[in-house]
């Protein structure tokens, strides 16, 4: 029975490791853990900070979108971040829907009007694919809940490119990223540099501004209830703890004959 | 009082009316009014309750959301989330019901535990317990199903493992799998009928919780002592004293609940089921909800994909002889100094199961999975028979009234019918 209880041993060893010093050393491919980032929407009280999730929907519509769609989303939900009726609807007129069939039973190109939902940058998978080295942009709509992370993930995936390490071969067209998965990315670095964008509000466009402003806007974005969910948690537990306190005492009366 | 009508005892003379056709209010006084319940219950009591309001509130939440599903490969994944974005409170809904399955698996599990803590499944409560092993099996077919229908990636490839398992089957599992799917993969003819199965389910589900509680109101409670009362000093009315204690955990309950929905609502749930189920992408780890995580330990110790199967299936079917493998007359594991201990263990066993669970198919892991499993069956096919036939108990309270009120008589200490609901 040596191989089993050596392997025992190795359990317990393994076990004692985890116990004793937390991860153990990562292996060159594996992926960082992205580390806490504080963001307008944490906690019990959170609420997004709408001026940085205006700047993070222009960051996602001038850069991100080239590649991304969001295909959850419609203009009209942009007035839920302040923007006002005559600023979606100019949005939504600067892209060209393909509608139809009209009477003459014809397909046709008209402006966007606050209905329809955000237009996506491909036709399909495949041109997606073909315009980006093979590799598929995920659609933004609900990337902050499908990632490991959430919103941290995403902040520290886009300021996270560096030049690889000594040593590590990159596969052609990758980029390193010591957040991703692998380590390699087939997004090139899509936030470059200070003034990439220009803030209509004054606000400095540096890396790490545009990362935190999309970050914002894409945790809306996938959580657009989250504000009303919070507001509505606090208030029914405490209703229940005001309640749960009164049943007790109600309980306390019903059995004080019995003991 | 005519011939043929029942004679009844309410004053006010449409329910007198009504009750003396179809006597629902003397049976509703009878089975939940007056009801002799013993007097010395502690928490633990709350959990079957719990558990039906539970499956009302699936039930509930459920249809509205069946009102804005649509089951399509093309359109479930988008249809969830216009329900999480342009249905009214759609996202209460959808959070409440997927986070109501994880708050059944824990109303259920505890409930289960505390059936085998206390002996409840023994004479004369076997069969109510049975009933509830098979609520227990349709509540994770449904869940299952349920978790299915949103069409993410985890939805698919969980659907994808679970549903091959049957190929394990000898000679006809192939066909088995095939005859699942309705085709040759997870595709829109097993969306569909796994939909329609998730929507039937639960109903008969209801049906199933029905003779069990028709079974508990013949024989009775069990209680923590496991000894049955003797008479009305050891009985309490059911109302008020247990629907006033119900409804205290009936709140601690909603609270855990609300903080699960309001502010974690997808702490339970996996991210990877956020990304539209891709049949040509395997996600590089697939784990089942945390509710399943010990039986698919279980089936991954076994090296063998048929051994895992049986062994899995087995690891759920042998609490229905569970009643006759446990030949000890106590009932409650108070008394039962040895055994008690051994089913201490056996619950670090079941978590440590869950844990191996959701970790990958590695050393240690499946080393210590497969510990825990040698264990999990040990305790009811070797542990309860020798105990059953080796242990000597403590002695036995004569009575429930008599621990209660004076609080001891021949007690030790520890094994004292602590009135832990003395409040
Ligand atoms: C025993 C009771 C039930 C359990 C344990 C259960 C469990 C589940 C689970 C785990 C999901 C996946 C949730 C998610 O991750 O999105 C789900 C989804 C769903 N269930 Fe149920 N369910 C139950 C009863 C019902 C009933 C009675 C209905 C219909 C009348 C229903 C309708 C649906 C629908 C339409 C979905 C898809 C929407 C969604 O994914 O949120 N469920 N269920």
Known sequence: MAPLRSRLRAALLAGGLLLVGGAPALAAGEALHPPDTKFSFDGLFGTFDRASAQRGFQVYKEVCSNCHSMRQHSYRNLRELGLSDAEVRAIAATVQVNDGPNDEGQMFERPGRPSDRFRSPFTNEKAARAANNGALPPDLSVIVKAREGGADYIHALLTGYSDPPEGVELMDGMNYNKYFAGRQIAMAPPLAGEGQVEFKDGTTATVEQMSRDVTTFLAWAAEPELESRKQMGVRIILFLTILGGLTYAVKRKIWSDVH | MAIGLHESEFKNPVIRWVDARLPVFTMMQKEYGTFPTPRNFNYFWNFGGLALVNLVIMIATGIFLAMNYTAHVNFAFDSVERIMRDVNYGWLLRYVHANGASMFFIVIYIHIWRALYYGSYKAPRELLFMLGVVIFLLMMATAFLGYVL???????????????????????????????????????????????????????????????????????????????????????????????????????????????????????????????????????????????????????????????????????????????????????????????????????????????????????????????????????????????????????????????LRGGGPLPAGAMAKPMEKA
Not at chain 2, 180 to 209: I, Q
Not at chain 2, 330 to 341: D, T
Not at chain 2, 369 to 379: D, K
Request: charged share 10%.
């Open chain 2, 150 to 404: 949103p069409w993410g990636q985890m939805s698919f490839w969980g659907a994808t493992v679970i549903t091959n398992l049957f190929s394990a089957i000898p000679l006809v599992g192939e066909s088995i799998v095939t005859w699942l799917w309705g085709g040759f993969s997870v595709d829109n003819p097993t969306l569909n009928r796994f939909y329609s199965l998730h929507y039937l389910l639960p109903f008969v589900t209801f049906g199933v919780v029905f003779l069990h509680i028709a079974a508990l109101h013949i024989t009775g409670s069990n209680n923590p002592l496991g000894i049955d009362p003797k008479g009305p000093q050891d009985t309490l009315p059911f109302h008020p004293y247990y629907t006033a204690k119900d409804s205290v955990g009936l709140i601690v309950y909603f609270i855990v609940f609300a903080a699960l929905v309001f502010f974690a609502p997808n702490l339970l749930g996996h991210p990877d089921n956020y990304t539209p189920a891709n049949p040509l992408v395997t996600p590089p780890h697939i784990v089942p909800e945390w509710y399943f995580l010990p039986f698919y330990a279980i089936l991954r110790a076994v090296p063998d994909k048929l051994g895992g199967v049986i062994l899995m299936g087995g690891s759920i079917m042998i609490l229905f002889i569970l009643p006759w493998l446990d030949t000890s007359p106590i009932r409650s594991m108070r008394f039962r100094p040895l055994a008690r201990i051994a089913l201490l263990v056996w619950l670090v066993s079941f978590f440590v199961l869950m844990y191996c669970g959701a970790k990958p198919p590695e050393e240690p892991w499946v080393l210590i999975a497969r510990l825990a499993t040698l264990y999990y069956f040990a305790y009811f096919l070797v542990i309860l028979p020798a105990l059953g036939a080796k242990e000597r108990g403590l002695p036995l309270p004569a009575s429930i009234s008599m621990p209660v």
